[in-house]
């Protein structure tokens, strides 16, 4: 990834391009000096943006091969590799002196939270109106809920699902899909519409009743004379040029791409070449209504650095929506678009951010309808540690604001980090791309993802408080793998603190790669993976209630699904999600992976679970 810090050559020959200053000073860390303040802000202006089709407009009606769908989206579907032949050697698993103190070595007593909702999403065998879902490892999954509508993006596919409720009469029905995810940008034109690439995300945007999708494309454009340069941490912003002029205008016609037959399995990241090179592209669609099937405004931003595992969450000032510039290089980029223009589908820009010496970001992600107080900037956290210079271990979560000012980008500002000091830990297997649970009848082992916070980070506002739920996934004294799990508190100063925390390790088998949620009572939901020897890997969730004693998930365990099988590949998922259901803002919504009985890669399964004491209708 280093030839991706190198400055491109830019030709000027249509305008200049506007250099605003913004410094900042270097930040003192407490114990991880490594890491840096916000850099300066880029700003980007999109390069396109327009108006789309309805969605099922966008493709046809009839069903859809797989080798259709590979010709419409310019994509070939890559295989699984096979299992090495080396043997894998198992992990040593170390827990840190003090980590043990905040472990919870028993199950709740409480009743379990009421699993109310199941099906199989998109994976292995699915089938909807547009064919079969033809999948890849890892399955990065995505899920969204709005009032009767269910979103779900799988790596490089999508389908949208009815939700039980006053339109519908069940939970499950495939409406949408499957279909390449790239297809909500047919007839949009550039890199959008011609990459399809995993990684995307949806939200839901109950603020304004709108859904949310993003997707970055992983190779580069053809150089352009007015893409922005590459830029370091304490360098000038950049302003880019204008988009297309006179969009967004009608909704475009649908574009028939050429057949594309046998094209290669598209690269991901830099291609090694000398010389100038061309932009990334991040690319947003956001719902002209709350109708999820369209139309889509939509828009695309150049970026100079490799836009990985973007995070989206909603802020009432922005999407932000932080990345990795690479898995060699200790580095991220913050970014966040202008929310407020692009719920009308106006000209907006990106502000950006570059950070150096920081793990995974994550932005503060809003659950519920009620506002942090105006002007309160987005809370940003990574966890400690930096896996690429083998520290494995920390005692801390570090935490950044992130300020936007539309109107005047030089005033706006990241501060940090800061450090809050929390109960030891050590990243579960030593990190991500690790050889790491174990599973029955094979010595394939799976990912863990152990470096990072997982999405999403959430941020809710009960009462007179505002609380931020955080978690990663951590070894434990038994010898496997607990969820970790934060809430926080902001104060009336904006400066955050621990509230409280807990390991959720009630045995010595893996749990790990959690996502959390909160509802509206406060109670903390958190569904993850389950798994390690004898058990195939499945989907649980553990939760507790707000006034409940402090660092204790005080419900018992919910199987959403149990494995059946094992995965031949080491990845495994990449990530895990909820969203809370609006129609009640109690629901909490999960999706993950499992294995079916001899199938040879996952099913991703949707479940929607109530916490004990929050009722409502939906």
């Known amino acids: 990834m280093n030839s991706i810090l190198q400055a491109l050559k830019v030709v000027a020959t249509t305008m200049a391009i506007a250099v605003v200053v913004l410094a900042f000073a270097n930040p003192r860390s407490r114990s991880a000096p490594s890491h840096k303040r916000g850099g300066t802000v880029t700003v980007h202006q999109a390069v396109a943006r327009d108006i789309s089709r309805p969605l099922p407009e966008l493709v046809s009606g009839r069903i859809v091969t797989k080798e259709a769908i590979e010709r419409k989206s310019g994509e070939t579907v890559q295989q699984n590799p096979p299992a090495p032949a080396a043997p894998i050697v198992p992990p040593v698993i170390t827990s840190p002196p003090g980590a043990a103190v905040v472990e919870q070595k028993s199950q709740g007593t409480r009743p379990a939270a009421a699993l109310v909702e199941s099906f199989d999403g998109l994976g292995v065998g699915f089938e909807g109106p547009h064919g079969t879902a033809t999948v890849r490892n890892p399955s990065d999954n995505s899920l969204a809920v709005g009032l009767s509508h269910i979103f779900q993006i799988v790596n490089t596919r999508m389908a949208i699902y009815t939700k039980k409720g006053k339109r519908f009469p069940v939970s499950g029905k495939v409406l949408y899909g499957p279909v390449p995810t790239n297809t909500i940008f047919k007839g949009f034109g550039g890199a959008c519409e011609a990459t399809n690439n995993g990684d995307a995300v949806v939200r839901y945007d109950q603020l304004a009743d709108r859904w949310l999708v993003v997707m970055p494309t992983f190779r580069r454009g053809p150089v352009r004379p007015d893409q922005p340069q590459p830029a370091r941490a304490g360098d000038p912003a950049q302003v880019s040029v204008p988009g297309q002029a006179g969009q967004p205008g009608p909704p475009a016609p649908l574009f028939s791409p050429p057949a594309q037959l046998g094209q290669p399995p598209q690269p991901r990241g830099q291609t090694g070449q000398a010389g100038p090179q061309g932009p990334y592209s991040m690319c947003y669609a956001v719902s002209a209504g709350s109708d999820p099937f369209g139309p889509y405004y939509r828009y695309e931003f150049l970026r100079s650095l490799f836009p990985d595992y973007p995070r989206p969450a909603v802020w009432p000032d922005g999407y932000y929506t932080p990345t ?109 791309l690790t050889n790491c649970v174990p599973q029955p009848g094979t010595d394939r082992r799976l990912d863990a993802q152990g470096d990072k916070i997982m999405a999403r980070l959430v941020y809710r506002r009960i009462g007179d408080h505002e609380s931020i739920i955080a978690v990663h996934s951590i070894n434990t004294s038994a010898g496997g793998g607990g969820v970790r799990w934060y809430e926080f508190r902001i104060n009336k100063d904006r400066s955050v603190k621990l509230h409280q925390q807990g390991t959720y390790a009630p045995d010595g088998s893996y749990r790990w790669m959690a996502s959390p949620a909160i509802d509206r009572l406060g109670n903390i939901g958190i569904g993850y993976s389950f798994g390690g020897t004898p058990n195939f890997t499945g989907q649980r969730f553990a939760g507790r209630v707000a006034d409940d004693p402090l660092g204790q998930l005080t419900l018992e365990e919910t199987v959403l699904v149990e494995g059946e099988g094992a995965q031949n590949v080491m990845r495994w998922e990449d990530y895990t999600q909820t969203a809370v259901d609006p129609s009640d803002d109690c629901t909490i919504w999960y999706v993950g992976d499992y294995i079916k009985k001899d199938a040879t890669i996952y099913s991703s399964k949707i479940g929607a679970f109530r916490m004990p004491g929050c009722r409502g209708k939906r």
Request: proline residues 6%; glycine residues 10%.
């Open 324 to 432: 990795s510039t690479g898995d060699e290089v200790i580095q991220k980029h913050a970014c966040v678009v202008d929310r407020a223009k692009m719920l009308k589908g106006e000209p907006a820009t990106e502000q950006c951010v570059i950070i150096d010496g920081v793990n995974f970001l994550n932005n503060a992600d809003l659950d519920g309808k009620r506002l942090p107080p105006a002007g309160a900037p987005n809370i940003m956290m990574a966890a400690g540690g930096t896996q690429l210079k083998k520290i494995m271990e920390d005692d801390g979560i570090f935490v950044w604001k992130f300020h936007v000012d539309w109107k005047n980008p030089a005033n706006t500002k990241v501060s940090g980090p800061e450090k809050i000091g929390v109960a030891p830990y050590h990243y579960l297997c030593d990190g991500q």
